[in-house]
């Protein structure tokens, strides 16, 4: 009895971290943990946003000096495409891998013509996930209420082997019932000290 009261909390432990793992495995592609290693990254080499904002037709730009919760609140979009890697989706998606003929890089497209509010996800890299240039999906959301298309695009330079995004844009088309037609793009460059 005693042996049994000694490795049952043990044995909780273990399982608890079993299934831990599985939750942190991503099917396609982990959006998550690329926010977060880049905003990591951001912490350490502190860039200056350059922010254009085009809403309708009138145009709004400034600069900003690195702010830890603003650059955050500003990629959180960027986590949204990791609904692909939910369980309900596993299969749903066709990878495939391309030369782009416009450059000198790699594609990875994970594309489905099923039921999901991404459409597609198009990675640019030169030969591995370590040398990703470039990131282009669109995520969608339609209901009684809404009807919302957002084109997200994320460019990377290299930094020590690893990306580190200097570009990204947001072009988004969004009704609601009753309203106009609201288009909005955002299009960010971060400028890195050297």
């Known amino acids: 009895m005693k042996l049994v009261l000694l490795f049952?909390?043990?044995?909780?432990?273990?399982?608890?971290?079993?299934?831990e793992e599985k939750e942190h495995f991503k099917t396609y592609f982990d959006f998550d943990s690329l926010v977060s290693s880049q905003l990591d990254l951001m912490r350490q080499s502190r860039?200056?946003?350059?922010?254009?904002t085009i809403l309708n037709s009138k145009v709004d730009s400034l600069q900003l000096?690195?702010?830890?919760?603003?650059?955050?609140?500003?990629?959180?979009?960027?986590?949204?495409?990791d609904v692909i890697n939910k369980p309900m989706y596993k299969?749903?998606?066709?990878?495939?891998?391309?030369?782009?003929?416009n450059s000198n890089l790699m594609t990875k497209i994970f594309s489905t013509t099923g039921k999901s509010p991404v459409p597609f996800v198009k990675l640019f890299l030169k030969e591995n996930i370590n040398e990703l240039k470039r990131?282009?999906?669109?995520?969608?959301?339609?209901?009684?209420?809404?009807d919302s298309h957002r084109a997200l695009t994320i460019e990377f330079d290299d930094c020590r082997g690893k990306p580190r995004?200097?570009?990204?844009?947001?072009?988004s088309r969004q009704k609601m019932i009753f309203s106009h037609a609201v288009n909005l793009s955002i299009?960010?460059?971060?400028?890195?000290p050297v």
């Open 47 to 52: 860039p200056v946003l350059i922010k254009k």
């Open 65 to 81: 000096n690195f702010d830890t919760t603003r650059l955050k609140n500003e990629l959180e979009i960027f986590r949204l495409p």
């Open 165 to 171: 995004l200097v570009h990204y844009r947001i072009t």
């Open 187 to 192: 299009e960010g460059w971060l400028k890195y």
């Open 8 to 19: 049952s909390p043990i044995l909780l432990f273990l399982s608890s971290c079993i299934s």
């Open 91 to 101: 299969g749903l998606y066709t990878i495939e891998t391309n030369e782009d003929f």
């Open 135 to 146: 990131i282009e999906t669109q995520v969608n959301e339609t209901n009684i209420m809404i």
